[in-house]
């Protein structure tokens, strides 16, 4: 089964995500921000992130870079889920290393396109 760790300071928002995931067949952990996040990856096979960008003690900028300096996660497939509605977040966040940069409130649709985008072949095909 994939692992998928997502990251966001609201707990509403991890667990609506969580509930989409695990609707498709995925495993998912949830870390409050990116420093609690960085140890999860340390002790797991993720193979996809979903991170907030607004969070306390590590932004979600700051732990795409440390993700990025991790050998096992160099290419680890990122998703930036914010409320940051700016052209120059989203450059920022692509640089950086994320993948897709997707604004809230997200559909379940879009998490999904985007997720079966990143990992075919991983779970959710008839969801």
Known sequence: MAHILVVDDSAMVRRY??????????????????VL??????QGDHVLIITDINMPRMDGFRFIAEVRDMPAHRHT????VTTQDHAVDAARGLELGANVYVVK???????????????????????
């Open 17 to 34: 995500h969580a509930y989409i995931l695990t609707s498709l067949g995925y495993d998912v952990e949830e870390s409050e921000d990116g």
């Open 105 to 127: 409130p997200t559909e379940p649709e879009k998490l999904v396109h985007w997720v079966r985008r990143l990992l075919p072949g991983t779970g959710g095909e008839e969801a």
């Open 77 to 80: 497939p990122i998703i930036i």
């Open 37 to 42: 996040a960085l140890e999860t990856l340390l």
